[in-house]
């Protein structure tokens, strides 16, 4: 499952390209076009890093950038800045409001990418990481294999998206809406009790012939790898 990227951009060309160019390096593009829709957005769901233009309708891409940083929840998101303002005043302004990097139109797509892979690697390196670990549990995203102690499972499509989900955030509780969203999409009708359907069906592959289950119920919140599970030797 590749990084989730939010484009915050009014230019429609350049979210195409964008898009275009994101969703070949394997990430989750989503894009919005309207300042002020980001914000909502991003109260809803936070990506993994955010392309934010400068001038944006409804809200500026500045004040985004400065309420992104006033929450704790967005303080640490990393954010690359577009704008077609150049000069060394506003590059510095731009730094200052709280974005992590800064890049000037027209820019170059390569090293657009290789800021994203470079902001990303620093702020989730699991999220670029080809071998995911926790506790006795290895998955191998190259090959698409699964291992616990060392003896191979095999997992359908789904419950290697949910396994491979739970590893990138251990510890982290999910609801079965978040659930929904971070590995079936937001564009999916799905009833949340199909969530349940395969943690169940992930945790019967897991725990098969083992004693200590490494999901963790959290009765009215939802489900999250337990975090006593990473010190099993």
């Not at 769901?45 to 006033?70: N, T």
């Not at 506003?90 to 139109?105: H, N, P, S």
């Not at 670029?128 to 926790?134: C, F, G, I, N, S």
């Not at 009708?189 to 395969?198: G, L, P, S």
Request: proline letters at 5%; charged letters at 35%.
């Amino acid at each position: 499952m590749g990084a989730r990227i939010l484009v915050v951009e009014d230019e429609e060309a350049l979210t195409t390209l964008l898009r275009y160019n994101l969703d070949a390096e394997g990430y989750d593009v989503e894009t919005v076009a309207r300042g002020d829709e980001a914000d909502t957005r991003l109260k809803e769901r936070i990506p993994d890093l955010i392309v934010l233009d400068w001038m944006l309708p409804g809200l500026s891409g500045i004040e985004l950038c400065r309420r992104l940083r006033a929450r704790p929840e967005t303080k640490q998101l990393p954010i690359i800045m577009l704008t077609a303002r150049g000069e060394e005043s506003e590059r510095v302004r731009g730094l200052a409001t709280g974005a992590d990097d800064y890049i000037v139109k027209p820019f170059s797509v390569p090293e657009l990418l290789a800021r994203v892979k470079g902001l990303l690697r620093r702020a989730s390196p699991e999220r670029l990481a080809t071998v995911l670990t926790y506790g006795d549990i290895e998955l191998d995203r190259d090959k698409r294999r699964v291992a616990r102690s060392g003896q191979p499972i095999d997992l359908g499509p789904t419950e290697y998206r949910l396994l491979e989900f739970f590893l990138e955030h251990p510890g982290r509780v999910f609801s079965r809406e978040q659930l929904l969203d971070g590995v079936w999409g937001r564009d999916i009708y799905i009833d949340e009790r199909t969530v349940d359907v395969h943690i169940g069906r992930l945790r019967k592959l897991l725990n098969f012939g083992r004693d200590q289950d490494p999901i963790r119920t959290v009765r009215g919140a939802g489900y999250a790898l337990d975090d006593r599970f990473a010190k099993v030797e």
